[in-house]
């Protein structure tokens, strides 16, 4: 068992360890071990307060404290890399990371290179020229309504220190907006199911330029990246745009690219074909 990687699953925004489970049952059946990690404020260290219920009281909900108020890029990094540190006792280590994880992992593997065997990003942000922001004002960018999902948010993200939606809306325009960009092409019952495993809250900290590929730490990692072809909230140009940069960065180490049908969230309702691409990449 010491030779046998162990994968380490980082979520996304408003997503926690709970979204991996059936992509985790898929690993462990072709003989994988995997962790998933939940960042800070994630998971049951989410607010979930009784306003969000139902009957929901928006009103209350959006003045109501959350405790991922304060929550840094450098907290999430530091819960990243205790996991890493004690998965690392028992062999190798393969990072995995979703959608705005990316962030995270970036930002352990410039950290802490030692204690990562691989890095693979799953429609994932891998920022390497600019701050993930400011991907968002590119012409790879530009075919995604950055305001669609305000119909789902609550109270004023500066008031609050952080982000918070309500997921629970049965408002038929947010739900359009939110299965439109993340999982177009999933049945409404599979999209709401997955939106039920969401968290209202998510922290602000993306952070800044600092945290952006380093070169002489994160550069040496061997990479993989996969891309969702039909990603609505992370094109596939974006996608292949990061890509390109990480390789300008370290040409002597590109990365290995390998692609998935399907929408953001589509590979892990479905997971087998994702289970089987990590599968072959276990023994690097």
Same mark, same amino acid.
């Given at each position: 068992?010491?030779?046998?990687?162990?994968?380490?699953?980082?979520?996304?925004?408003?997503?926690?360890?709970?979204?991996?489970?059936?992509?985790?049952?898929?690993?462990?059946?072709?003989?994988?071990?995997?962790?998933?990690?939940?960042?800070?404020?994630?998971?049951?260290?989410?607010?979930?307060?009784?306003?969000?219920?139902?009957?929901?009281?928006?009103?209350?909900?959006?003045?109501?404290?959350?405790?991922?108020?304060?929550?840094?890029?450098?907290?999430?990094?530091?819960?990243?890399?205790?996991?890493?540190?004690?998965?690392?006792?028992?062999? #190798? *280590?393969? +990072?995995? $990371?979703?959608?705005?994880?990316?962030?995270?992992?970036?930002?352990?593997?410039?950290? !802490?290179?030692? %204690?990562?065997?691989?890095?693979?990003?799953?429609?994932?942000?891998?920022?390497?020229?600019?701050?993930?922001?400011?991907?968002?004002a590119e012409p790879e960018m530009a075919d995604v309504d950055a305001g669609a999902l305000t119909a789902a948010l609550v109270g004023n993200p500066a008031e609050l220190g952080l982000l918070r939606f309500n997921f629970r809306t049965a408002? #038929? *325009?947010? +739900?359009? $907006?939110?299965?439109?960009?993340?999982?177009?092409?999933?049945?409404?019952?599979?999209? !709401?199911?997955? %939106?039920?495993?969401?968290?209202?809250?998510?922290?602000?900290?993306?952070?800044?330029?600092?945290?952006?590929?380093?070169?002489?730490?994160?550069?040496?990692?061997?990479?993989?990246?996969?891309?969702?072809?039909?990603?609505?909230?992370?094109?596939?140009?974006?996608?292949?745009?990061?890509?390109?940069?990480?390789?300008?960065?370290?040409?002597?180490?590109?990365?290995?690219?390998?692609?998935?049908?399907?929408?953001?969230?589509?590979?892990?309702?479905?997971?087998?074909?994702?289970?089987?691409?990590?599968?072959?990449?276990?023994?690097?």
């Amino acid at each position: 068992m010491q030779n046998q990687p162990t994968f380490i699953l980082v979520h996304g925004a408003f997503a926690n360890s709970f979204s991996f489970a059936p992509l985790q049952a898929e690993l462990a059946l072709l003989g994988h071990r995997s962790v998933a990690v939940d960042l800070p404020g994630h998971g049951f260290g989410a607010t979930f307060p009784a306003s969000y219920q139902a009957p929901q009281d928006l009103a209350a909900l959006a003045q109501e404290p959350g405790g991922i108020k304060g929550v840094t890029l450098a907290d999430n990094a530091a819960r990243v890399i205790d996991v890493l540190e004690r998965a690392k006792r028992n062999g #190798p *280590t393969v +990072l995995v $990371a979703h959608s705005r994880g990316g962030i995270t992992t970036t930002a352990v593997a410039n950290a !802490r290179p030692d %204690l990562v065997d691989r890095i693979v990003y799953v429609s994932a942000w891998c920022p390497v020229d600019l701050d993930v922001g400011g991907y968002y004002a590119e012409p790879e960018m530009a075919d995604v309504d950055a305001g669609a999902l305000t119909a789902a948010l609550v109270g004023n993200p500066a008031e609050l220190g952080l982000l918070r939606f309500n997921f629970r809306t049965a408002d #038929p *325009t947010a +739900l359009a $907006a939110l299965k439109q960009a993340f999982a177009a092409d999933l049945t409404d019952d599979e999209f !709401r199911i997955f %939106l039920s495993t969401f968290q209202p809250d998510e922290n602000l900290d993306a952070g800044t330029s600092a945290d952006r590929a380093q070169a002489a730490t994160w550069g040496r990692i061997p990479r993989t990246y996969v891309r969702l072809a039909a990603d609505a909230s992370v094109p596939p140009a974006v996608q292949d745009r990061m890509i390109r940069e990480a390789d300008t960065l370290t040409p002597d180490n590109p990365f290995d690219v390998r692609t998935l049908e399907g929408s953001h969230l589509r590979w892990l309702v479905h997971p087998e074909p994702a289970a089987e691409l990590l599968a072959g990449l276990a023994g690097f």
